[in-house]
């Protein structure tokens, strides 16, 4: 069994989901050492870090309620730091594997009725087409969620749209009858690894369409380099290629599970 968390980021017009995955055990050694870089990190009240959260470090000066405010540029890159050398020590010595699926919408798709629905059940599906296919070999799979009620609407919405078609193709590929388990991502700490993972994929599949002579940021060049697995993006030309076949009649998740995506 393979237990994967996953999480999602996006700006508006980018929109990703990317995760993590391996075994229970390979969890089990892999939050000690998190837990270790939460508790040796110390907050601007002093006290240990609760929880990594790429957005609300990053963008601590424009979130009003951010607890990270009066950090230093200094510290942010040395919590990041820590985070990719647990995430980077669980892929040395343990299987480890990163997966994410990326798109790039922009503003005048006036075709979608409901963008972030849309741009998610798009996500979730070829997420999870992408898994299946890519790890044939074993047995099933659980997936983890954050449990915020958006979260759980999009995931609800992809399954009850979704799983007949996967489970004709892939027979058992889920793990009992409940496959989604939902979790605070203050407590679940793979949750957290994830978190980080798709924000860093989702700065990415930004800058590789607005600007592509931006310098990638190390922190994601860490990541990819130190781990194995699949980041595949659908960038302007793909989401393009999706919209002329629906408005020819195509229903948009058959479009979605055969539109190849173009890998990082």
Known sequence: MVNVYVDESDDGTTYALAGWLTSPTGWNHFAPR???????????????????????????????????????????????????????????????QRVGVSAHIPTSAKWLTNRDTTAWLLLFGRFQYLLFEKYRAQMGFSFVFDNKPSVRAHVNSWLDQTQAHLDQHWPGKFVDESPITFMSDEKALPLQAADLLAYEWRKRSSDRVLKPTKPVRKSYARLKSATNGFLLHYGPEKMAHILSRVEAGENLTTVMWDCETSDE
């Open 34 to 96: 998190w837990q270790t870089m939460l508790d040796t990190t110390l907050m601007p009240n002093g006290a240990p870090m609760p929880a990594f959260h790429a957005a609300e470090i990053v963008e601590r000066d424009n979130i009003s309620d951010s607890r990270f405010k009066g950090w230093t540029f200094e510290q942010e890159i040395a919590v990041f730091t820590g985070a990719i050398d647990a995430i980077e020590h669980q892929a040395k010595n343990g299987w480890l």
